[in-house]
């Protein structure tokens, strides 16, 4: 529940949004769901991303991704690389982004 109410407050009140987010985080690690805890990581890098918090968004991304490859999860894993390349696109590392972006079509495309 605390991952869904979170979108309600991505546009107005990002803060809000990462807030819940953590609290989510914090129950799916109580609860063992390495796939919540997935989507929870894509959610908080994006609502980073959406702020400018680069750094922030990379870590978070990168965390989905070793979730979504330890459960062998192709289309989140390919999420969390188009995340990152559209977070390597941001920063001005244009090279980074389209390998990144390549890597990550392959697996979407399944």
Request: charged share 25%; hydrophobic share 45%.
């Amino acid at each position: 529940s605390l991952y869904s109410l979170a979108y309600f407050y991505e546009r107005t009140e990002p803060a809000r949004m990462l807030e819940l987010l953590g609290d989510a985080r914090g129950l799916a690690e109580a609860a063992g769901d390495p796939a919540l805890l997935m989507r929870i990581h894509n959610a908080t890098g994006a609502a980073a991303w959406g702020q400018g918090r680069y750094a922030d968004a990379h870590e978070q991304f990168m965390l989905a991704r070793a979730l979504a490859q330890r459960q062998q999860d192709e289309n989140n894993e390919g999420v969390a690389l188009a995340n990152l390349g559209l977070v390597e696109q941001a920063r001005g590392d244009f090279e980074s982004a389209q390998r990144l972006l390549e890597e990550a079509l392959p697996l979407l495309e399944k």
